[in-house]
């Protein structure tokens, strides 16, 4: 089963930012979309960006839209999120997943299971 490893999160101020990586250990990956989620304590899981096969076509939450930037290395099999303007309200888990089009992202619908995920802890 192809496996996900989400990378990069850690503890920051609020303002800061975080780069994370999500590397796939087959590269036929490639052939599907791509997307990050996060779950907050008490919280549910929330889609938070997906981008395309190909890469040319993005979807981002409101809530982190003009903060956040994924983006995906295709040659690397590996999806990054740029976290830029962090805020407390960011702290979460952050997982991503691979589907079918960025579509099924957004209704949650995604292909496999979900990885350990990384901490991102944002303080005020």
């Known amino acids: 089963q192809v496996q996900l490893v989400e990378s990069g999160g850690g503890l920051v101020q609020a303002g800061d930012s975080l780069r994370l990586s999500c590397a796939a250990s087959?590269?036929?990956?490639?052939?599907?979309?791509r997307g990050w989620y996060r779950q907050a304590p008490g919280k549910e899981r929330e889609v938070v960006a997906a981008?395309?096969?190909?890469?040319?076509?993005?979807w981002y939450a409101d809530s982190v839209k003009g903060r956040f930037t994924i983006s995906r290395d295709n040659a690397d099999n590996t999806v990054y999120l740029q976290m830029n303007s962090l805020k407390p309200e960011d702290t979460a888990v952050y997982y991503c997943a691979m589907g079918d089009s960025t579509a099924t992202l957004r209704q949650g619908r995604i292909f496999g299971s979900w990885g350990q995920g990384t901490q991102v802890t944002v303080s005020s």
């Open positions: 087959e590269r036929t990956l490639n052939t599907r979309a």
């Open positions: 981008i395309s096969r190909g890469g040319s076509t993005t």
